[in-house]
Antibody, heavy 119, light 107 residues
Framework: QVQLMQSGAEVKKPGASVKVSCKAS????????IHWVRQAPGQGLQWMGV????????TYAQNFQGRLTMTRDMSTTTVYVELSGLRSDDTAVYYC????????????WGPGTLVTVSS | EIVMTQSPATLSVSPGERATLSCRAS??????LAWYQQKPGQVPRLLIY???TRATGTPARFSGSGSETEFTLTISSLQSEDFAVYYC??????????FGGGTKVEI
C-alpha cells in the first residue's frame, strides 16, 4: 500500500535551515507528484510547493520563493524539503502528500513533521 | 492567487442531521476542487476530487457538487465520526494551489 514516511520532529533557531524527508513506497515513485503542505498550530492548510520525481522539476508557492528547495533521491525514493531563513511563524507541521497521476489534489499524506522555530 | 472562502466557519449539527458546507472561489476553478476531512491530531484525508468524485473509501453519505466558483459538500446523515474540520482546495491554478480556511462541524 502507499506509504509516505517522514523524518522526525525538529527544533531550530531563527535564521537556521531545516530539511525534512519523505520516503515513498508502495507505488511507482516516478508516476506521481509529491506536494508539501504545512499547518501552523491551530491553523489551516498552506500549500508550499510540489516536485515531480520524474525529472525533479519543482513549482513553489511565491510566498516561499528564495527560501524553499525541494529535491528527490531516486535511489531511495525519498523527497526532501528544505526551508531556510526560519522565522517563528514557520513553526508548523509539515506534510508530504502524493498527487496521483500528477494531479493537484493529494490522496495519501505522510504523518507530518513538527518543526518548531524558537530562540 | 485564487482565494477560497468556506462558510460557515463552524457548523453545529446533531447526529443524523444533514450538513451542508459551502466553498466559494474568487475566480473559476472549473471542477478542479477537492474536499478533505481532518480530525483533531490526525492527517487530512481526501474525501472528494473533481468537485463530485468520491475518493476510495469515502462513504456514500458524502457528496460534492458545484463548478466554476460555487461548491458544496453535503453529508446526508451525520455520524459521530464525521465531526471534524473540512477543507476545500482548488487545483485549477498552481500559482499557488490554495485551500479554504476550513469549516468545523461540531455537535
Amino acid at each position: 500500500q502507499v506509504q509516505l514516511m517522514q523524518s522526525g520532529a525538529e527544533v531550530k533557531k531563527p535564521g537556521a535551515s531545516v530539511k525534512v524527508s519523505c520516503k515513498a513506497s508502495g507505488y511507482t515513485f516516478i508516476t506521481d507528484y509529491i506536494h508539501w503542505v504545512r499547518q501552523a498550530p491551530g491553523q489551516g492548510l498552506q500549500w508550499m510547493g510540489v516536485i515531480n520525481p520524474n525529472g525533479g522539476s519543482t513549482t513553489y508557492a511565491q510566498n516561499f520563493q528564495g527560501r524553499l528547495t525541494m529535491t528527490r533521491d531516486m535511489s531511495t525514493t525519498t523527497v526532501y524539503v528544505e526551508l531556510s531563513g526560519l522565522r517563528s511563524d514557520d513553526t508548523a507541521v509539515y506534510y508530504c502528500a502524493r498527487g496521483p497521476s500528477n494531479s493537484g489534489f493529494a490522496d495519501h499524506w505522510g504523518p507530518g513533521t513538527l518543526v518548531t522555530v524558537s530562540s | 492567487e485564487i482565494v477560497m472562502t468556506q462558510s460557515p466557519a463552524t457548523l453545529s449539527v446533531s447526529p443524523g442531521e444533514r450538513a451542508t458546507l459551502s466553498c466559494r472561489a474568487s475566480q473559476s476553478v472549473r471542477a478542479n476542487l477537492a474536499w478533505y476531512q481532518q480530525k483533531p491530531g490526525q492527517v487530512p484525508r481526501l474525501l472528494i476530487y473533481g468537485a463530485s468524485t468520491r475518493a476510495t473509501g469515502t462513504p456514500a453519505r458524502f457528496s460534492g457538487s458545484g463548478s466554476e466558483t460555487e461548491f458544496t459538500l453535503t453529508i446526508s446523515s451525520l455520524q459521530s465520526e464525521d465531526f471534524a474540520v473540512y477543507y476545500c482546495q482548488q487545483y485549477n491554478s498552481w500559482a499557488p494551489l490554495t485551500f479554504g480556511g476550513g469549516t468545523k462541524v461540531e455537535i
